[in-house]
């Protein structure tokens, strides 16, 4: 509950006051049934106008004062309650743009979804019923419970007996209610999964024709969250009237023993009559009370989730060192890894080498082999089992994140954009950024011909994700995306593979000519691509298995020798892709 404490104490003031609103105004319901004993006993039975006339002025103006407070604590309950989830909302985002990436292996995103909606919708509301009707409702309950006794110690008897068995109720309620509610929030979670795949695989549903198996997984995810709830609601749906029923059946056995106490002249109409008010705010009150429980119960497996989010690991921070700037220097040494959310086998094996400023070097390898995982190793996105990655000769794991990140761009192998034009989405790598670098940067990237085709050029609106461009364009407006940014190290992950082999010639030679003292390394699986390059790794199975320029390799790796055979042959040696380096 180390959420509620922290928020609170910023809305301190605002919540007292509405909790003393919710005070003065359950006094001031406390105070009619008394008044109106002694409207009956008095007044009435007498027939004194002018005491049932004065009494009801008071009776009056006592309510509108309690509607006055009402009202307040109202309006009160709303700001604070909506500002409390504003900022439980942000802080949940921040926490989830700042993810470590183990956390976000760990966390879906459909289920951060419902965890930043939905769930924190739930504590808002807890919030404002809270502040609504929890402080209310005991103070009523007990205050009803003090004056009937004052009114009659015999008639309280019974009114202990109900208490005691609808409190027995509402614990039972409560223990059986909450495993259901933390199933329902993780229903809604499947929900929100299976419909975010299926968004996200549109296309594919389309060309296999799996829209029968789709909308059956998603009919039975939402049957699930249907029964789910319905079986939380049933705990309230059985327990509920049975509360009502007690009270109610102590509500006639107080009549009737009312009736015999006035038979006998023990006691007045009016007091029978203000008991039985009592005992219906009670009842009133207990039902809140229960209901307020119910979302409790709710909401602490809410706020569980959330806190999930807000205790979960943050990225790393480094320590405070910067990089020296302007180098690209990069060297591995002896390092092991395995994905901790993984089956605990290393994917990349002690694996060592360097390459100085200024150097190219292509990774080459099967799928699998570990070619991405190094790439997120360089940007310090997991710790290392084992070995120290070195930039500029300095341990990564000392220098602070940003700053180590800032020395690197990257162009991921899946190529990322966001709806906007073609000039935002390139020079999201690099704001500040001027149009004649953002358009030179295109240039290299040979994005530039096809977006002067486009009907607005750089101005042209790219769909969500960029679903108006072809995979190729994609790929070369990642790549222009991190040349703007102007980094020492360029790293392009597999990122030329939608493009044809002399489109990609291009891209390797424009490269060069940018900026001879960036280092840059290119993941392929192309040898075509690699060749080129100053240094090439060739990795397997996370092992390195050669490493050295093109002609070393083709001398000395065997692994190699065997996929420049495969792709090139023996006689063409690089014919197709004499473009030079
Ligand atoms: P490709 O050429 O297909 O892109 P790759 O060489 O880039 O392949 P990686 O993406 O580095 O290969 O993956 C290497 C191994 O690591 C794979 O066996 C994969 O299953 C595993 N792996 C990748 N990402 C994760 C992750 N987040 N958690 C656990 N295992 C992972
Ligand atoms: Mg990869």
């Not at 040979?446 to 977006?451: G, L, T």
Request: glycine residues 8%; aromatic residues 10%; contains cysteine.
């Amino acid at each position: 509950m180390g959420i509620y404490k922290h928020y609170f104490h910023k809305y301190k003031w605002l919540f007292i006051t509405a909790v003393s609103c919710v005070f003065f105004e359950a006094i001031c319901d406390l105070l009619q049934p008394t008044i109106m004993a002694h409207i009956i006993d008095e007044g009435v039975k007498n027939s004194q106008v002018g005491t049932v006339l004065k009494l009801g002025l008071l009776m009056l103006t006592i309510t509108a004062v309690g509607a006055c407070f009402a009202a307040t604590r109202s309006v009160l309950a709303s700001k604070v309650s909506q500002s409390f989830g504003a900022d439980l909302r942000y802080d949940v985002f921040t926490r989830i743009i700042n993810f470590s990436e183990i956390s976000a292996d760990k966390i879906e995103s459909g289920s951060l979804i419902t965890r930043m909606t939905n769930d924190i919708s739930q504590i808002t509301q807890f919030i404002n019923g809270m502040m609504r009707i929890f402080f209310k409702a005991p103070v009523t309950c007990l205050g009803s419970i003090i004056l009937a006794v004052v009114l009659s110690l015999q008639l309280s008897s019974i009114l202990f007996l109900v208490i005691a068995l609808v409190a027995i109720f509402i614990v039972i309620s409560m223990r059986l209610s909450y495993i259901r509610f933390a199933k329902v929030q993780y229903a809604i979670d499947k929900v929100n999964t299976v419909v975010q795949e299926y968004l996200m695989g549109i296309r594919l549903v389309k060309a296999f024709g799996r829209y029968k198996d789709e909308e059956e997984k998603f009919d039975r995810t939402n049957s699930d969250l249907a029964n789910k709830t319905v079986s939380s609601q049933m705990v309230i749906a059985y327990f509920s009237p049975l509360m009502s029923l007690t009270i109610n059946f102590g509500i006639a056995l107080i009549l009737y023993v009312g009736s015999i106490f006035f038979g006998r002249g023990d006691i007045e109409v009016g007091k029978v009559a203000a008991f039985i008010n009592y005992m219906a705010q009670i009842l009133a009150s207990l039902i809140m009370i229960t209901n307020v429980f119910n979302t409790f119960v709710r909401t602490k497996a809410s706020t569980e989730r959330v806190n999930e989010v807000l205790n979960s690991e943050e990225d790393f921070k480094g320590s405070e060192q910067t990089p020296g700037q302007g180098l690209g220097e990069l060297a591995f040494e002896d390092v092991t890894f395995a994905y901790p959310s993984g089956s605990g086998i290393p994917i990349i094996k002690n694996l060592s080498f360097k390459i100085k400023q200024g150097e190219s070097l292509a990774i080459i390898g099967p799928t699998g082999s570990g070619k991405s995982t190094l790439v997120w190793l360089c940007l310090h996105f997991y710790d290392l089992e084992k070995g120290t990655i070195y930039l500029n000769g300095m341990d990564i794991k000392t220098i602070d994140c940003n700053a180590l990140r800032d020395q690197i761009a990257l162009a991921p192998q899946k190529s990322m954009l966001f709806t906007g034009t073609i000039l935002d989405n390139i020079a999201w790598g690099n704001p500040q950024a001027s149009k004649e670098e953002i358009i030179k940067a295109a240039r290299v990237a040979q994005a530039d011909d096809f977006i002067q085709l486009m009907p607005s050029q750089y101005e042209s609106n790219l769909g969500q994700g960029g679903v108006n461009l072809s995979g190729g364009q994609k790929q070369r407006l990642s790549i222009a995306r991190a040349l703007v940014k102007q980094a020492p190290l360029l790293i392009l992950d597999d990122c030329t593979s939608a493009l044809d082999a002399v489109t990609e010639a291009k891209v390797r030679r424009g490269l060069r000519t940018m900026d001879a003292d960036k280092t840059v390394i290119m993941i392929t699986q192309r040898i075509g691509t690699a060749m080129f390059a100053d240094k090439i790794l060739v990795l397997d199975n996370g092992v390195k298995v050669g490493f050295g320029s093109h002609q070393e390799l083709l001398e000395s790796c065997n692994t190699y020798k065997g996929i420049f055979d495969s792709q090139i042959g023996g006689d063409m040696k690089g014919v197709a892709y004499g473009t030079g380096n």
